[in-house]
């Protein structure tokens, strides 16, 4: 066990050196992508400030709260974006071209190379420090405690909503295993994972409950701030916490009947 972990950590770090590598080859594409997403993060500001000015607070969460939410938020895009999307899109065409023919050979963990392989430090990096840098000013501006459980928790719950994300915006991908246009199942799920750019506490108490049990999207963002902010009660801390197992099962168990029934383009 600890020497497939110690395998795959170093041919995931190769796989890290080698997207950065194939980035730099192009570093005015590089540099325009940073600059896109720059911008698009900065219209996420301009939204933070709208909402600060309006003084709004959700069931009792005060307004720098928000910055807590909305920061988690863009901190899991960037990593969702950088890290797995970038690699579920080029799923469906390896199944409608053939070329995972090729893959299947390799004497790696299939799913591990075609869901980790690549790495768009483009698309991660503003995400990634934006967000951080609204979680930073807003947990600040709370006064909360900046100890070792606070940060572990936050943090913890940061991993467990990272995992979640790989299950559930897999499973739609998987689908082109069966299916030739997936088109319309991408858009839901890309809308499902908007519905945390804000506080799940905007919506009502049916939507919460199916975004928290049913189809788990809510659990992706929202359960770090709500531990800091000592509102996670002891309920939705143990489903945090075996949601993302479950699912990971239920994906892997979609993974390997996609595989076998899996027909190369070539016959």
């Not at 500001?45 to 928000?66: C, K, N, Q, R, S």
């Amino acid at each position: 066990m600890l020497r497939s972990l110690r395998k795959y950590g170093f041919i995931y770090t190769l796989f890290i050196k080698n997207s950065l590598m194939s980035q730099m080859e192009y570093r005015v594409n590089f540099l325009m992508g940073l600059l896109v997403e720059t911008s698009y993060l900065f219209a996420k500001f301009l939204y933070v400030i709208i909402v600060y000015e309006a003084g709004l607070t959700l069931d009792g969460v005060p307004i720098d709260a928000i910055l807590l939410f909305i920061g988690t938020y863009t901190l899991m895009t960037g990593l969702y974006w950088g890290l797995f999307a970038i690699n579920f899109v080029q799923i469906p065409e390896h199944v409608r071209t053939g070329s995972l023919d090729i893959l299947l050979t390799k004497p790696i963990s299939l799913q591990f190379m075609m869901t980790l392989r690549n790495v768009d430090f483009g698309l991660a990096i503003p995400n990634v420090l934006g967000g951080m840098t609204m979680v930073v000013v807003g947990w600040r501006r709370l006064g909360l405690p900046a100890d070792a459980a606070s940060i572990g928790g936050f943090i913890c719950f940061l991993v467990l909503g990272l995992l979640m994300t790989y299950t559930l915006f897999l499973i739609p991908q998987l689908l082109s295993f069966w299916f030739i246009q997936i088109a319309a199942v991408n858009d839901i799920s890309n809308g499902l994972f908007e519905l945390n750019n804000m506080p799940m506490m905007i919506y009502s108490k049916w939507i919460q409950r199916i975004g928290i049990f049913v189809v788990p999207v809510l659990l992706i963002t929202n359960f770090s701030p709500l531990f800091v902010l000592d509102r996670l009660h002891p309920g939705l801390f143990l489903w945090a916490i075996l949601s993302p197992i479950l699912l990971l099962g239920i994906t892997r168990w979609i993974w390997s009947k996609a595989i076998r029934n899996y027909n190369s383009s070539g016959g």
